[in-house]
């Protein structure tokens, strides 16, 4: 479960441990946290990556009124300031060092490959900014900044952002909020520093921020500490309105204009400027994230009491109105079987998809849901709501029945060099109670589609696998996000069976202590699992997610 709050000496301890190189693991767990979840902590701690600019401020501040002093000579202080900026540029070096040494053009998550948690937290600090949230957001194609980093919780880089449409929120590491509507253009330069090629944003620039600047083809807007909104078209007409504090307005051709609250521009295409009283509700806002957060709920909640009422649906672990301390997940099918509740061993209630529901998260070899549904299918489909954080072994278990039964399902991702992470399930029928080797009884079916591939599923976005076992179409078919991404016939159909089985881990491992199948365990959240005796349809997979998607 993530913290709540971290204090300012936590923030400063943690800065100081950055900065000579004794970061721990337990450490690097809780910088990813302050990046990822705390973006007053997160700010706080990386301003101590930004002394030396600020160092530098304030010697061009001190060099520009010994200037103006009368009677100065080469034995001013200038030369005492200049060798302080010096050295603190080379300091500020020194503590970068480690964080441009692991800057590559790969994907996150092929950088992270063997990295330690310390690694990891000081390759998070590289960027310049952390998207903190995202709205039904579609990426544009042109985006430079890699597609693997524009999530929600990830950090950025310099580079261009291309959004078609939604809403996205920037938090600059200098303190400076960007929302931004789609569809929009931008290319990020620095803290500090972003360029609108077009679209619409509203500015948050805090004091700490303050100098925050914004550029387009025909002028810059400097944010003094307030609010402001700027409607940029690909033409270079614009619209900049300042919603609270003081901004400066700067054309290419022309005088500085000071705007303070309530005054706004009309901006024509050739760079001429009307005054104008500035309007909130022509831009994007925080609110709207939470308005269309809590319609996208509502939405999915009024799907899942219909499914939930249907004479098919065996598990509906919904997540939603359970207790923090509670050791159980409810089962609101209401024609399950009885005494179908999941037993919570270890894992920690969390938010899931959406502000106020609840999630699970699995984050040892201990962490899972045990659970028991008695009978046999004939058919089977299984669906289910994951965010993915690692993946610490070759393989990774949504649904692992207890192996002394005598039939049984495997539903798990599975790593391999040659196809990476795919998706595998597998039935094993006939087996006798102490048998130890039950491989010829048991049956595959792979989906050799790697699940990482680009622009596929992410370390730490939300994802929706589902598995159909029709035995009517004599087929086992393969979902992610609503999309089917294979079959295989089934040659012998069997009737399926469940029974006793934990979701996100697996229950029996002796045979294979000391081997590399021993850990199965998800590192990740859930918060959505259900099960139907009946094969569904494509189109009801695809309902499913659409339904259900953040």
């Given at each position: 479960m993530s913290r709540e709050k971290f204090s300012q000496k936590e923030v400063d301890r943690l800065a100081e441990k950055l900065r000579d190189d004794r970061v721990e693991e337990s450490d690097a767990e809780e910088i990813r946290e302050i990046i990822r979840n705390h973006p007053a902590e997160r700010r706080r701690l990386v301003e101590h990556l930004y002394l030396g600019a600020a160092l530098r401020e304030t010697i061009k501040t001190w060099s520009g009124r010994d200037e103006q002093l009368s009677g100065s000579d080469s034995t001013s202080p200038r030369w005492l300031l200049g060798l302080l900026f010096v050295v603190g540029l080379i300091g500020l070096i020194l503590i970068l060092r480690p964080f441009l040494q692991t800057i590559e053009s790969s994907p996150p998550q092929e950088k992270s490959a063997g990295l330690t948690p310390k690694q990891m937290a000081q390759q998070e600090l590289i960027g310049i900014a952390v998207i903190s949230h995202t709205s039904e957001a579609v990426w544009g194609s042109d985006s430079s900044v890699s597609r693997t980093s524009i999530r929600a919780g990830a950090p950025i880089g310099k580079g261009i952002i291309e959004l078609y449409e939604g809403i996205v929120q920037i938090d600059f590491y200098s303190g400076a909020v960007l929302t931004i509507e789609g569809p929009a253009r931008l290319n990020l330069k620095s803290p500090k520093m972003a360029r609108v090629e077009y679209g619409t944003l509203r500015g948050h620039i805090p004091s700490p921020a303050s100098g925050f600047i914004l550029r387009n083809a025909h002028f810059q807007v400097e944010g003094v500490g307030g609010e402001f909104g700027l409607m940029c078209q690909e033409d270079g007409s614009a619209k900049l309105h300042i919603l609270a504090g003081n901004s400066t307005y700067q054309p290419h051709n022309g005088p500085e204009i000071e705007l303070k609250t309530g005054e706004g521009l009309e901006i024509a295409a050739n760079g001429e400027s009307s005054a104008t009283a500035a309007r909130s509700d022509l831009f994007p806002a925080g609110q709207a994230f939470d308005q269309k957060s809590r319609q996208r709920f509502a939405e999915w909640q009024n799907f899942q009491r219909k499914l939930m009422a249907r004479d098919d649906i065996l598990i509906g672990y919904l997540f939603a109105g359970d207790s923090a301390w509670e050791r159980t997940v409810r089962n609101r099918a209401l024609q399950g079987p009885i005494d179908s509740d999941g037993a919570v061993v270890g894992c920690e209630w969390t938010e899931g998809r959406w502000p106020g529901k609840?999630?699970?998260?699995?984050?040892?070899?201990?962490?899972?849901?045990?659970?028991?549904?008695?009978?046999?299918?004939?058919?089977?489909?299984?669906?289910?709501?994951?965010?993915?954080?690692?993946?610490?072994?070759?393989?990774?278990?949504?649904?692992?029945?207890?192996?002394?039964?005598?039939?049984?399902?495997?539903?798990?991702?599975?790593?391999?060099?040659?196809?990476?992470?795919?998706?595998?399930?597998?039935?094993?029928?006939?087996?006798?109670?102490?048998?130890?080797?039950?491989?010829?009884?048991?049956?595959?079916?792979?989906?050799?589609?790697?699940?990482?591939?680009?622009?596929?599923?992410?370390?730490?976005?939300?994802?929706?696998?589902?598995?159909?076992?029709?035995?009517?179409?004599?087929?086992?078919?393969?979902?992610?996000?609503?999309?089917?991404l294979g079959s295989k016939p089934i040659e012998v159909v069997h009737p399926l069976h469940i029974g006793i089985a934990d979701i996100g881990n697996w229950p029996y491992r002796e045979w294979a202590q000391g081997t590399e199948f021993e850990v199965r365990n998800l590192d990740g959240i859930i918060d959505e699992f259900v099960i139907s005796k009946k094969a569904w349809t494509n189109e009801e997979i695809h309902e499913l997610w659409e339904t259900g998607r953040p």
């Open positions: 609840g999630a699970l998260s699995f984050r040892n070899s201990s962490n899972r849901v045990r659970l028991n549904v008695p009978g046999e299918y004939d058919s089977l489909t299984l669906a289910t709501w994951v965010r993915l954080d690692a993946i610490n072994s070759t393989e990774v278990s949504l649904l692992h029945p207890e192996t002394r039964q005598t039939s049984y399902i495997h539903w798990t991702l599975v790593q391999t060099v040659t196809n990476g992470l795919h998706i595998h399930f597998s039935e094993t029928y006939g087996k006798e109670i102490g048998m130890k080797d039950d491989r010829e009884l048991r049956t595959h079916y792979h989906c050799h589609h790697n699940l990482l591939r680009p622009n596929g599923t992410r370390m730490g976005d939300w994802v929706h696998f589902a598995l159909v076992y029709d035995s009517e179409e004599r087929q086992v078919r393969h979902y992610q996000n609503g999309v089917q």
